[in-house]
């Protein structure tokens, strides 16, 4: 069975920072692009960032570029999302997700989900 556990939300003020951890079980994820998504209370989930497992290259949406960071360990089969420089305006709930193919921008197109930890930012 697939798991995909997140880990790491909380409260933080802004300018602060928090780093998420999402742990995958269940299969080789190796083939495929790992991503975090979130979503705020009333808005579309959207796109935060991946990583691709084995080539590890790298994706980010323009609001959180130069801020958050996703990077990999193997050996733990963790993907990370270092999150820096925190707005009000990145509270959501945050989801980590595994895509085999097609985009990795849309949510539609991920094939496993985390449940997902709430961010919340204060002013």
């Known amino acids: 069975q697939v798991r995909l556990v997140e880990s790491g939300g909380g409260l933080v003020q802004a300018g602060g920072s928090l780093r998420l951890s999402c742990a995958a079980s269940?299969?080789?994820?190796?083939?495929?692009?790992m991503g975090w998504f979130r979503q705020a209370p009333g808005k579309e989930r959207e796109f935060v960032a991946a990583?691709?497992?084995?080539?590890?290259?790298?994706y980010y949406a323009d609001s959180v570029k130069g801020r958050f960071t996703i990077s990999r360990d193997n050996a733990k089969n963790t993907v990370y999302l270092q999150m820096n420089s925190l707005k009000p305006e990145d509270t959501a709930a945050y989801y980590c997700?595994?895509?085999?193919?097609?985009?990795?921008?849309?949510?539609?197109?991920?094939?496993?989900w985390g449940q997902g930890t709430q961010v919340t930012v204060s002013s």
């Open positions: 990583h691709n497992w084995s080539g590890g290259t790298t």
């Open positions: 997700a595994a895509v085999g193919s097609g985009s990795i921008y849309a949510a539609t197109d991920y094939d496993y």
């Open positions: 269940g299969r080789t994820f190796s083939r495929y692009v």
